[in-house]
Structure formats: structure tokens, C-alpha cells
């Protein structure tokens, strides 16, 4: 019992050590951070850091790992802590916009959901509001298809590309809460990678690559769109938005995403994989 008790402790110390040195590392800079400064965020002794790690790159090593397994979480699919609503932690961003209705997915307002007509229809009296009516729209199916044809909608929402703008959308979210993902990219930035931490970068980019491909394979996208340029605009887009955002929370909102994507997706997908898209993502639900 008291062994258990000891082992339970040393995880604790270790793991507020992992999140101190990265909220310090993603705030200052791993060369200017001291590792007196780490224990002392953390609350525990020096001897105890040492005990845990030798060195400090030992310890941003640890953060690397750390930062890899939640970055693989991410793109796996998986909801994170920090991603699951609540104030988010020292150092994060908070997401603005409103609460969901009850059972319902949050999505930013006026984010479009493609395959969605309306128009407004005849002069209205004065005072009065003109009435919404649904415009026809080309990929109308007849009644006795309707079952297929939601069937084929809701593929595509579990399409490559719907994947993709899900994950992007987890990724910026994970960024602004998660101070160890965010060391996690500061260390592996390709410039100096500190230890034998992942390049976090390279990696998004490798996984946006084989989602896109998957997407082609799929036949979702648009004619005479080459990969690599698509390629291209999303990492390009989404690593910007994550440097940028190192200065302002706001380039990691949901907002600023869905603009992102609701300018892409157009000139990205096929008029058919466009319907039923979401720019803004679709949030997983939080497990119980």
C-alpha cells in the first residue's frame, strides 16, 4: 500500500514537472528557461526534479514524447482534456462563441453547411418579414431515392474531407489549451530539434498529405486539382495559423478556421462531396 502510494506520488511530480516545463518552453523559449524556474512552477523540491530528470533536455524530451502522443490522439481522432469545453488551462487561449443547444454539435454562427439552399420569395407587405422558402436545388432526388440519398450524405460526412477539416479544427483547439502540444511544436520546429523530440510539423504535413490522397482515392476531389497544391494550402494555412497564434489566440479561434475552409472547400471539392460539408467542423462528443 505504501509502495503504491509513493509510485502514485513520483507520477504526479513527474507529470507537473512535464506540464510546467512546457508552459515555460512554449512561453519563453527552451534555452532562457532555468530548471530552478520548472520546479519551482511545479512546486516541488530540485532534488526532486533531478530526481525525475537529469538534465533539462532530458525533461524537453519528455515534453516531446508527451506532445506526441496527444498530437497522435488528435489526428486519431480522439478528444483531448483540455479540448472538452471548460476554461482552458494557464497560458491557454479561450474559445469565444456561445454554449450548444442541448444535444445539439456547437458550430460557429453563419458557418456554412454546403448543400443548404434557401431563398426569399415574393415583394413582403410593409412591416412585414419576408417569408424563407426552400429554393430547388440541383441534387434534388426523388422521393423514392430519399434513403439513399441520405445515406450518401452522411458518407460523405464521415468523408476524407470531412475528416480533415475535423482534425484541423481539433488541432488549433489543441494548441490553444494544451501547453504541452504547444511545446511539443515549439521543440521539434525543424530549426533545432531539442533531444529526440518528433517534428510535430512534419508530421501534420505527412497526415494532411495522406488525407488528401484518401480524398482523391475517394473521388472527392474537385477536376484538375492537383494534391500537392492542395497539400500546400492546408498545411501552409494551418501551421500559419498556429505560429500566429502565438501572439494572438485569435488566428487558433474556430472562427477563424471556418473561414479558412469555407473559402477552400469550393475550389477543393466536387460539387457532389461539397453537400453536407461542415467548414466549421464537427466536435466530437465528449466521452462519459
Do not use: C
Not at 131 to 153: F, H, L, M, N, T
Not at 266 to 288: D, H, K, V, Y
Amino acid at each position: 500500500m505504501v509502495k503504491q502510494v509513493r509510485q502514485e506520488r513520483a507520477i504526479r511530480t513527474r507529470n507537473a514537472l512535464i506540464e510546467s516545463a512546457a508552459a515555460l518552453f512554449a512561453r519563453h523559449g527552451y534555452e532562457v528557461v532555468s530548471l530552478s524556474t520548472i520546479s519551482a512552477r511545479a512546486g516541488v523540491s530540485n532534488g526532486a526534479l533531478h530526481f525525475h530528470f537529469p538534465s533539462k533536455a532530458a525533461l524537453a524530451e519528455a515534453v516531446g514524447v508527451a506532445a506526441a502522443q496527444r498530437f497522435g490522439r488528435i489526428i486519431a481522432g480522439e478528444v483531448l482534456p483540455a479540448q472538452r469545453g471548460g476554461v482552458p488551462e494557464r497560458g491557454g487561449v479561450p474559445e469565444r462563441g456561445g454554449l450548444p443547444e442541448r444535444g445539439g454539435l456547437p458550430r460557429h454562427e453563419g458557418a456554412p453547411v454546403y448543400g443548404v439552399s434557401s431563398r426569399y420569395e415574393g415583394v413582403p407587405e410593409r412591416g412585414a418579414l419576408p417569408r424563407r422558402v426552400e429554393a430547388p436545388r440541383r441534387w434534388d432526388v426523388p422521393r423514392r431515392d430519399e434513403a439513399a440519398s441520405k445515406q450518401s450524405a452522411a458518407s460523405r460526412q464521415n468523408s476524407a474531407l470531412q475528416t480533415l477539416i475535423d482534425t484541423s479544427h481539433a488541432l488549433l483547439r489543441g494548441l490553444g489549451h494544451d501547453a504541452v502540444l504547444r511545446a511539443g511544436f515549439a521543440l521539434g520546429d525543424g530549426a533545432g530539434v531539442v533531444g529526440r523530440g518528433e517534428d510535430l510539423y512534419r508530421r501534420w504535413q505527412e497526415w494532411v498529405a495522406e488525407s488528401l490522397a484518401r480524398a482523391e482515392r475517394e473521388g472527392l476531389l474537385a477536376r484538375g486539382l492537383a494534391v500537392r497544391d492542395a497539400v500546400t494550402a492546408v498545411v501552409g494555412a494551418t501551421i500559419g495559423f498556429a505560429v500566429l497564434g502565438g501572439h494572438d489566440g485569435q488566428w487558433l479561434s474556430r472562427t477563424t478556421l471556418t473561414r479558412f475552409w469555407t473559402l477552400l472547400l469550393p475550389r477543393l471539392a466536387t460539387p457532389t462531396a461539397l453537400e453536407g460539408l461542415m467548414a466549421s467542423g464537427r466536435l466530437a462528443e465528449t466521452p462519459r
